[in-house]
Structure formats: structure tokens, C-alpha cells
């Protein structure tokens, strides 16, 4: 099973950008997919995820936006008003189970597949 994300790139403060994972030899419809990045020198934090309800780290919280095409088996990430601090190697992160526990969302140790990263630069 591979995560291929995609969609970062170079922006400006403000601007706007949309993150794609789309998984490869497997289906996540009924499980969860979410996005995690790391900032360089510092650890992978949680982003965004869904499932039962979506989450996100209330930094990005009314800027970045969740979403899945369950047909395509694709999971987005929508990001607008980016800041600097945006700035990260975001990784897409998926599992089998459809989270029940809220904590589960926001620990990387709970998926089991995750994607290869795709670098969001966002100069000031």
C-alpha cells in the first residue's frame, strides 16, 4: 500500500494550496486518513483527520479544510491564509479503523500507513 501526496509547493503568506493523497493499492473508505507535518527541527505534529467527524489542530483550525472523495479514494487537505509557520513536509496518514476514540485522531502512532510527504513552503 503506498500514500502518494501531493500539491505543496512554494506560496506566499496568504495564499492558498490543496493537498492530495490518493492511496494505491488499497481502499480507506471506511477508515481514517489524515494529514501530519514536520516543520524542520521539530517533531511530526497532527494536522487535520476524519473519519467519525473531522479534527485539526487548532492552529489551523477555520484555514484548513478536510475532505474525502470516497469514489476516488482520495483525501484532501484544503489550506488557505497560509503563514509561515505552515511551513512543514506534510505527510498523509491513513488506517483500516474508523477511529472511535476522539485521542486516537491525533496520534501518529495510531495509523498504520503513511505517504512519503509533500513540502509546503509559505515565505513571508
Known amino acids: 500500500v503506498q500514500l502518494q501526496a501531493s500539491g505543496g509547493g512554494l506560496v506566499q503568506t496568504g495564499d492558498s494550496l490543496r493537498l492530495s493523497c490518493s492511496p494505491s493499492?488499497?481502499?480507506?473508505?471506511?477508515?481514517?486518513m489524515g494529514w501530519f507535518r514536520q516543520a524542520p527541527g521539530k517533531e511530526r505534529e497532527f494536522v487535520a483527520s476524519s473519519c467519525r467527524g473531522a479534527y485539526y489542530r487548532d492552529s489551523v483550525k477555520g484555514r484548513f479544510s478536510i475532505s474525502r472523495d470516497n469514489a476516488k479514494n482520495i483525501v484532501y487537505l484544503e489550506m488557505s491564509s497560509l503563514r509561515p509557520e505552515d511551513t512543514a513536509v506534510y505527510f498523509c496518514?491513513?488506517?483500516?479503523?474508523?477511529?472511535?476514540?476522539?485521542?486516537?485522531?491525533?496520534?501518529?502512532?495510531?495509523?498504520?500507513?503513511w505517504g512519503q510527504g509533500t513540502l509546503v513552503t509559505v515565505s513571508s
Open positions: 496518514a491513513a488506517d483500516d479503523r474508523c477511529f472511535s476514540v476522539r485521542n486516537y485522531y491525533f496520534q501518529a502512532d495510531k495509523y498504520y500507513y
Open positions: 493499492g488499497h481502499t480507506f473508505s471506511r477508515g481514517t
